[in-house]
């Protein structure tokens, strides 16, 4: 049986079930369980502190686990990244009082409180500066007004809430982070975990691609496929009317207002965007 974790709090824990849910593990997207059972799948989900998720994965206990790049560096597990999953991205930065530090060197010697204590003394030992790091767990902004600290390590979003405090970001990020998933680092190959992947894989490319259905005339159709050339290729089908031909490919749904404009300029009529809802490529 294949076993699990996820974040049962925080901004992983919702689009990490959704994304579950859209990978036919419907199990998964259960609420205020500890474990859930999903015999149609063989697979058993753990609803964990994202915090721990890398502990346990590393342990071998557990076969995978969904949490954030930063706590993965943070823990020091031996677990690696299978996956980027790109939903909850945060970046991590230095912050302090406005107008007492304009580069990260300048926090030499300071006091600069984190909730992630691991990966900052990783990186201040990296750039080779000397600071006493303040382990806390939350609310890190605060620590610097209560004198707890001179400088803050933390999650930046908008820095709503650092402006508040009255700090200021200082130097270039420390991280940036997305959700991952990953394992213990050397476990052996499973095609239980394989699957697992796959079918997260086609929900990523799902949500990024989508279909776009299109006639044109022939002699164009050459010219219309460098805008649309799909993953391997697009299908090319004859319509009745001669001279005409559908075009199906799949395209960055990003991209596709400005594809759908080149195409009607180029004299591409009836054309149609799908949603992709699972794929396999």
């Known amino acids: 049986m294949l076993r699990v974790a996820l974040p049962n709090k925080g901004q992983l824990a919702d689009p990490a079930r959704e994304m579950l849910r859209e990978a036919g593990y419907p199990a998964a997207h259960a609420a205020r369980e500890l474990v859930v059972q ?30 954030g790049l930063d706590l993965l560096l943070d823990s020091g597990s031996d677990a690696e990244t299978l996956l980027e999953l790109g939903f909850a991205p945060s970046t991590f930065r230095f912050a302090a009082p406005v107008g007492t ?76 982070s997305q959700a991952l998933l990953v394992r213990r680092t050397g476990a052996p190959r499973d095609p239980a975990v394989d699957t697992f992947v796959r079918r997260l894989q086609g929900v990523i490319v799902a949500r990024a691609y989508v279909l776009v259905d299109y006639d044109i005339r022939a002699e164009r159709v050459e010219e219309a496929c460098r805008i649309t050339p799909g993953i391997e290729s697009p299908t090319v089908s004859p319509l009745h009317d001669q001279g005409w031909v559908a075009v199906r490919a799949m395209v960055p749904k990003r991209d596709v207002h400005r594809i759908m404009d080149e195409l009607y300029d180029m004299g591409a009529r009836g054309i149609l965007v799908t949603d992709i809802h699972a794929c396999r490529l």
Request: hydrophobic share 50%; no cysteine; net charge negative.
């Open 38 to 67: 999903d015999p149609d799948n063989d697979a058993e989900f753990f609803f964990l502190r994202p915090r721990d998720i890398a502990t346990y994965v590393a342990t071998g206990q557990l076969d995978l686990g969904i949490t």
């Open 101 to 176: 530090a304009t580069t990260v060197a300048d926090l030499a010697g300071r006091r600069i409180a984190t909730s992630y204590a691991g990966l900052l003394t990783a990186h201040l030992a990296a750039l080779g500066i000397e600071a006493s790091v303040v382990k806390l767990d939350g609310a890190v902004e605060n620590s610097v007004a209560l004198g707890v600290a001179d400088a803050v390590a933390d999650v930046v979003a908008t820095g709503t809430t650092l402006k508040q405090a009255g700090l200021a970001v200082v130097g270039d990020p420390i991280l940036v």
